[in-house]
C-alpha cells in the first residue's frame, strides 16, 4: 500500500465535541426524566458524581486542544 494522504481531524473532533455538547445542552423531557432518575445516585454514590464532573469539562476535547492528543485520517492506495 501507498500512503496517498495524511490529514490531521483533530480541529474536526474538537468542533464535534462542541456540537454535540450544545445539543446534550438543549431542553427535552425526556433527557430530563433520565436525569431526575439519577438524582439517588447523585445523591449517595460519590462514583456518580466523579463522572459528573468529568462530563463537565469534557476531558477528551481538553486533550485535543492541549496536543496531548491527535486523529489523523490516513488514505492509502493499493500499489
Do not use: C
Amino acid at each position: 500500500f501507498k500512503l496517498v494522504n495524511s490529514h490531521s481531524g483533530k480541529l474536526d473532533y474538537i468542533e464535534t465535541i462542541k456540537v454535540w455538547r450544545r445539543r446534550l445542552k438543549k431542553f427535552g423531557w425526556q433527557k430530563y426524566a433520565a436525569y431526575l432518575s439519577l438524582a439517588p445516585s447523585l445523591l449517595y454514590d460519590p462514583r456518580m458524581r466523579n463522572r459528573l464532573e468529568n462530563l463537565k469539562i469534557a476531558p477528551i476535547r481538553v486533550a485535543f486542544e492541549r496536543g496531548i492528543w491527535d486523529h489523523f485520517r490516513l488514505v492509502f492506495e493499493k500499489i
